[in-house]
T-cell receptor, first 112, second 116 residues
Framework: QKEVEQNSGPLSVPEGAIASLNCTYS??????FFWYRQYSGKSPELIMS????GDKEDGRFTAQLNKASQYVSLLIRDSQPSDSATYLCAVAKNTGGFKTIFGAGTRLFVKA | GAVVSQHPSWVICKSGTSVKIECRSLDFQATTMFWYRQFPKQSLMLMATSNEGSKATYEQGVEKDKFLINHASLTLSTLTVTSAHPEDSSFYIC????????????FGPGTRLTVT
């Protein structure tokens, strides 16, 4: 079992729709959770961080965390073609040294 | 968000030569910096973790004598690829961790290395 699992996709949604990206993790001791966006040929860009159970909203993005289910999700409302990218889920903990584990990413295509 | 710079953004070198890549956190002091490598259409691969003033911790399978990491200050880390070969051609990305209560990691723009 991978430490951080994401569906590789591609996930295809029409412009204006809600894109839902999911991630599960195996280490119950994980403390911090992040979503990064990576355009082809570019480095990852941090778009959301979440530390406690529940929802966190920032503009068109909402991150959801459920530690009991070891599940993190990212919703993108009113999806735009410019949102087409690979989305990386990352999980971190800081016990015995800081360590971040990245998922392999989900490719999202937003069709105009 | 915090800004991390990387230099150079791309480099072409001949086989057998060494290449140094710099990573700087511009507006914060990074408690920890990380070096990643990414081949086309593949996932990020963590190569090593470095803390200022101490030796880097390398991931399994990464040759520490080939990929030299120096973390001279809280804002600068360097990766030197020694005796580069064509199979070392890749996208090298550094990231810096803010630490404290946030634990956020910010990535540099990456360095595309081509070894001929």
């Amino acid at each position: 079992q991978k430490e951080v699992e994401q569906n590789s996709g591609p996930l295809s949604v029409p412009e204006g729709a809600i894109a839902s990206l999911n991630c599960t993790y195996s280490d119950r001791g994980s403390q911090s959770f992040f979503w990064y966006r990576q355009y082809s040929g570019k480095s990852p860009e941090l778009i959301m961080s979440i530390y406690s159970n529940g929802d966190k909203e920032d503009g068109r993005f909402t991150a959801q965390l459920n530690k009991a289910s070891q599940y993190v999700s990212l919703l993108i409302r009113d999806s735009q073609p410019s949102d087409s990218a690979t989305y990386l889920c990352a999980v971190a903990k800081n016990t015995g040294g800081f360590k971040t584990i990245f998922g392999a990413g989900t490719r999202l295509f937003v069709k105009a | 968000g915090a800004v991390v710079s990387q230099h150079p953004s791309w480099v072409i070198c001949k086989s057998g030569t060494s290449v140094k890549i710099e990573c700087r956190s511009l507006d914060f002091q990074a408690t920890t910096m990380f070096w990643y490598r990414q081949f086309p259409k593949q996932s990020l691969m963590l190569m090593a973790t470095s803390n200022e003033g101490s030796k880097a911790t390398y991931e399994q399978g990464v040759e520490k004598d080939k990929f030299l990491i120096n973390h001279a200050s809280l804002t600068l880390s360097t990766l030197t690829v020694t005796s580069a070969h064509p199979e070392d051609s890749s996208f090298y990305i550094c990231s810096a961790r803010i630490g404290g209560s946030l634990d956020e990691q910010y990535f540099g723009p990456g360095t595309r290395l081509t070894v001929t």
